[in-house]
């Protein structure tokens, strides 16, 4: 079993900055990787930024040179650096961990407001 405790969500103005933590606990030896989804008010979730246990990474076109997601192995936790926030961004961020058995946690979702 996997806990993934999310923070770091908040109300930002447009062009700003904010960085989104995520800890996981339990198992965390079956963790393969690991992401950051988004789901806006009537939309589906949708994934935004994924970091592989070897550090290979991807990220949402819409999010490509404004988010950069990492890792801390020491810490288990994995970041989520956005900036020059869109109000388009504005959804709730949800972090995601895959195992090595193709299984899914979910954690609780931060909200994240970017205000025009």
């Known amino acids: 079993q996997l806990r993934l405790v999310e923070s770091g969500g908040g109300l930002v103005q447009a062009g700003g900055s904010l960085r989104l933590s995520c800890a996981a606990s339990g198992s965390i030896f079956s963790i393969y990787a690991m992401g950051w989804y988004r789901q806006a008010p009537g939309k589906q979730r949708e994934s935004v930024a994924a970091i592989t246990s070897g550090g290979a990474t991807n990220y949402a076109d819409s999010v490509k040179g404004r988010f950069t997601i990492s890792r801390d192995n020491a810490k288990n936790t994995v970041y989520l650096q956005m900036n020059s926030l869109k109000p388009e961004d504005t959804a709730v961020y949800y972090c995601?961990?895959?195992?090595?058995?193709?299984?899914?946690?979910w954690g609780q979702g931060t909200q994240v407001t970017v205000s025009s």
């Open positions: 995601n961990a895959r195992t090595n058995l193709s299984q899914l946690y």
